[in-house]
């Protein structure tokens, strides 16, 4: 049984410092026909479970804490039971969006590993977007989730509360660089790239 990436787009909101912005967030699920994970829960449960579709859910993994990536997180364990993973650092972001009383289930640490559906996904903790940011590499499927840290044309934003400039260009090349060019990097907003592209849109 094979393991595949399915992938949506829902359309929300993001919010932070006082700011609203309409955003389309990406939807990845990988796996095979029975088990996957979902990473990141943005704006709309169903949404999600249509990319699913009849699999069990081994974990939904979030990229980073804003609020765009995380808000049905709760809703959807409460759906399928499924548990959240997030990094401890983000804790500050989640509880701007879910309070003390929700909390994620399991803490995600640099090269930790997530086996589902045939494959692993290895954890990079890429901080500068937000501080607990991560990205997922699928090294059998030739491709990483980068979240909000590396998109089409560079780095992901900074210069909001709990984010730093110069830490996700370190992060971005210390972690994400060192995988081989051919990577294809799926993120969390807008289309996909290359670690080559953006190796060389960087340097």
């Not at 995600?108 to 045939?118: C, F, K, N, P, S």
């Amino acid at each position: 049984m094979s393991t595949r990436v399915d992938h949506a787009v829902v359309a929300g909101t993001f919010s932070l410092d006082g700011q609203t912005y309409d955003v389309d967030n990406n939807i990845w699920v990988v796996g095979d026909d029975n088990d996957c994970v979902v990473i990141d829960a943005p704006h709309d449960v169903d949404a999600i479970l249509r990319v699913v579709g009849d699999r069990k859910i081994v974990a939904i993994v979030c990229t980073h804490a804003h609020d765009d990536h995380v808000r049905v997180a709760p809703a959807l364990r409460e759906r399928t039971g499924a548990p959240i993973f997030l990094h401890p650092a983000d804790r500050p972001l989640w509880e701007l969006t879910h309070g003390t009383d929700e909390v994620w289930d399991a803490d995600l640490t640099d090269g930790a590993e997530i086996a589902v559906g045939g494959t692993t996904l290895t954890v990079l903790h890429t901080p500068g977007h937000a501080p607990g940011a991560v990205c997922l590499y699928a090294p059998a499927l030739g491709c990483v989730f980068t979240g909000d840290t590396l998109f089409q044309g560079g780095p992901g934003a900074t210069g909001r509360s709990y984010s730093d400039g110069g830490l996700i260009v370190e992060s971005i090349k210390a972690k994400l660089f060192a995988l081989p060019e051919e990577t294809v990097v799926h993120t969390g907003h807008g289309a996909d790239t290359t670690i080559a592209a953006e190796r060389d849109g960087l340097a």
